[in-house]
């Protein structure tokens, strides 16, 4: 077994992660193996099994060779799996990589026992002083040695720091509206007057702290002159307006996504004619609403400015489109 004992270490660490990730996915262990796992063995146990012998290549080369083609191979795989109905995800690039480690150190455990002088990997300070040529290096090659190890394990210290203490990622906020049956589809485009129409209001937080939302519904009537490239406000009434507080959460790339709040929202419009109603969300603090226009007054000279912004996208908001009949 002393014979096989990196490649037997290779396959028990590729094993010990699976089951790190199946019960402690946020471990910090899973993150030390997980480099381990990616940036080392697959080009270890590759080379490993090509050259058994040790006069083909020197401890060096095998080092940097087991990295170098781990950065090779890994990609490689993750393009083939994304021409396969697993596609990139964690589980199937885990266990390609598990599968690939175990088949070629298998192989390279069959070859090293073939092999006429195999090259088995012993650590022991005598073996590194003669790698490195050490009793005949001079002072000036010594210190620039020690230099450049250094140098490595600061840069493999910095890597490992990187990867375990990722800056968080972009903060947005997913606003959204749903038709009646919870599908982007059967909005309510056309209504009598005074007809209930009704659609689903989802929030989810991904801002990375807790967020207090201001949502506001504006009905409005606008024209746009393309002649003049102007939009222009005809009147604009405040419909609804409520507010809620969120915690962020992840953004899930794996599993299938889940809402986070949403709420049934009906409404009804009592004029004819061809309206759009405005849901505007707000972060933290909502822009103060005049008097008037709580009371249910047109607000299109002075609140316009909420619609407009919209329109240029300085406000998250979303519209619809709904042609208003009058009753028969």
């Known amino acids: 077994m002393k014979k096989y004992w990196d490649l037997i270490t290779a396959i028990a660490l590729s094993l ?13 262990i899973r993150k030390i193996l997980g480099l381990v796992f990616v940036l080392f063995l697959p080009g270890y146990v590759f080379i490993t099994a090509l050259f058994p012998e040790k006069k083909e290549l020197d401890n060096l080369e095998r080092l940097a060779l087991s990295f170098g083609l781990s950065i090779a191979i890994v990609p490689l795989i993750g393009l083939a799996l994304n021409y396969t109905s697993w596609g990139i995800r964690l589980i199937p690039i885990l266990v390609s990589l598990t599968v690939f480690n175990v088949i070629f150190s298998i192989i390279a455990i069959y070859r090293r026992k073939n092999a006429i002088k195999p090259w088995i990997p012993w650590i022991t300070i005598e073996r590194i002083k003669e790698e490195l040529e050490w009793d005949k290096a001079s002072k000036l090659d010594k ?53 209930t129409g009704r659609v689903i209001i989802g ?31 005809h009147e604009m009434y405040l419909m609804d307006r409520f507010n809620v507080t969120l915690p962020s959460i992840p953004v899930n790339i794996e599993g299938n996504w889940t809402p986070q709040f949403e709420m049934n929202y009906t409404f009804k419009i009592d004029k004819p004619g061809k309206w759009q109603l405005w849901f505007l969300l707000f972060k933290d603090k909502e822009p103060e609403i005049p008097e008037a226009c709580l009371k249910g007054e047109d607000c299109s000279k002075t609140e ?18 709904i042609d208003v009949k009058g009753l028969p």
């Open 203 to 233: 929030i989810v937080n991904h801002e990375h702290r807790n967020v207090t939302y201001f949502v506001e519904i504006w009905l409005v009537n606008l024209t746009y002159n393309f002649t003049t490239n102007e939009t222009i406000i």
């Open 143 to 195: 210190a620039l040695t020690v230099i450049l190890i250094i140098a490595i394990f600061a840069s493999l210290g910095t890597l490992i720091y990187v990867i375990t203490h990722p800056k968080p990622g972009e903060a947005f906020t997913e606003f959204y509206i749903l038709g009646p049956y919870g599908k982007a589809a059967d909005y309510p485009t056309e209504l009598l007057v005074n007809e």
């Open 304 to 321: 316009g400015w909420r619609i407009m912004e919209a329109i240029n996208g300085t406000i998250q908001s979303l519209k619809l489109n």
């Open 16 to 28: 010990l992660l699976d089951l790190i990730i199946a019960i402690a996915p946020n471990s910090i």
